[in-house]
């Protein structure tokens, strides 16, 4: 039972359980639902996502696996109360974990490509099996870097699903997938509103993990940038996009509110700009580890928030 906790620990099974969501809610919730996007009937269409989803599950766990590998001395500084590789899991396994969960992310992403004949799903997830390999080496040490490369990643979430929905399925082995006659440009736009929200949350949220960390980090001569800028200049930094990320969704509940989507309008600014403002004010506020572990566990939840605002594409 230990051992099984541990391994649940080790893939990181709520982060796992969010990338998830999003990819499912988007799917189901925009690609599906929306009134622009007259579907014809669907003879199990789910098959080739089910396949995507599994792809993204395995590459992201291997990330999570490898990292807490890579991550091993500076988690004992950091977090010693969590860490499970060497104390439970050994080393050796959870490299084998990782090259294991990897290849099947991969291959899963094969299956998606040979179905949908989108190749780009395939090509981009082995960048990214190889982008957390190299982040867990040698960028996550590096100013700024890692902290983009993890954003980008994250956004990735979103958009392989657009690759996805706008393909041109076929029919194979028995899985009739008709065209899907969507409105491609609008489906983009609401990628790049999703994609671009998770990407700003996720810098946000790793620069401020980045001040929690500091301590343990600048052990092992990381160059993160509360510790090659300092903590003031970190939180302007974080601070700055703070007030993009606000004034972005203003500009977006607007224009929802404009066309009639008031309850999306005051569903956002109740759950992710007022909470966006509350952090704001803690930011400048908080000292210590536990100060910064505290606004993460808020910007998660408001990560949370925006991607169940999806909701309302098929609600409204």
């Known amino acids: 039972m230990k051992l099984i906790v541990a391994f649940f620990k080790l893939i990181r099974w709520p982060n796992l359980l969010f990338i998830l969501l999003t990819q499912i809610l988007f799917y189901h919730c925009i690609v599906l639902s929306h009134e622009s996007f007259s579907m014809m009937e669907l003879v199990k269409p789910e098959?080739?996502?089910l396949f995507l989803l599994m792809s993204s599950f395995f590459i992201s766990a291997g990330g999570y696996i490898i990292n807490d590998y890579f991550d091993l001395h500076i988690d004992n500084v950091n977090k010693p109360d969590k860490v499970v590789v060497e104390k439970i899991i050994k080393r050796r396994w959870t490299i084998i974990l990782h090259l294991l969960f990897s290849l099947l992310g991969v291959l899963f992403a094969l299956m998606v490509s040979i179905i949908t004949k989108k190749w780009i799903i395939f090509i981009i997830n082995i960048v990214c099996v190889f982008l957390l390999w190299l982040y867990s080496t040698k960028y996550k040490k590096?100013?700024?870097?890692?902290?983009?490369?993890?954003?980008?990643l994250t956004a990735w979430v979103v958009f392989v699903v657009y690759?996805?929905?706008?393909?041109?399925?076929i029919n194979l082995k028995g899985w009739t997938i008709h065209i899907y006659p969507y409105n491609i440009k609008q489906l983009f736009k609401l990628t790049m509103l999703y994609s671009g929200f998770a990407f700003v949350m996720t810098i946000i949220r790793e620069v401020v993990k980045d001040l929690e960390d500091m301590h343990g980090d600048?052990?092992?001569?990381?160059?993160?940038?509360?510790?090659?800028?300092?903590?003031?200049?970190?939180k302007v930094f974080v601070a700055v996009w703070?007030?993009?990320?606000?004034?972005?969704?203003l500009?977006?509940?607007?224009?929802?509110?404009?066309?009639?989507?008031?309850?999306?309008?005051v569903y956002?600014?109740?759950?992710?700009?007022?909470?966006?403002?509350?952090?704001?004010?803690?930011l400048f506020k908080a000292n210590t580890s536990k100060d910064y572990n505290q606004l993460s566990g808020y910007l998660k939840l408001i990560m949370l928030m925006g991607i169940l605002s999806m909701l309302f594409f098929k609600l409204l």
């Open 163 to 169: 690759f996805f929905a706008g393909a041109s399925l």
């Open 218 to 234: 600048a052990q092992f001569k990381c160059e993160t940038m509360p510790i090659k800028m300092g903590v003031s200049a970190t």
């Open 251 to 265: 500009v977006v509940q607007i224009y929802a509110w404009q066309v009639g989507w008031w309850p999306s309008a």
């Open 268 to 282: 956002s600014i109740l759950f992710i700009v007022l909470p966006l403002v509350m952090v704001f004010k803690k």
């Open 142 to 152: 590096k100013l700024l870097f890692g902290n983009i490369v993890i954003s980008a």
């Open 47 to 49: 098959m080739p996502f």
């Open 242 to 249: 703070i007030v993009v990320c606000i004034a972005a969704l």
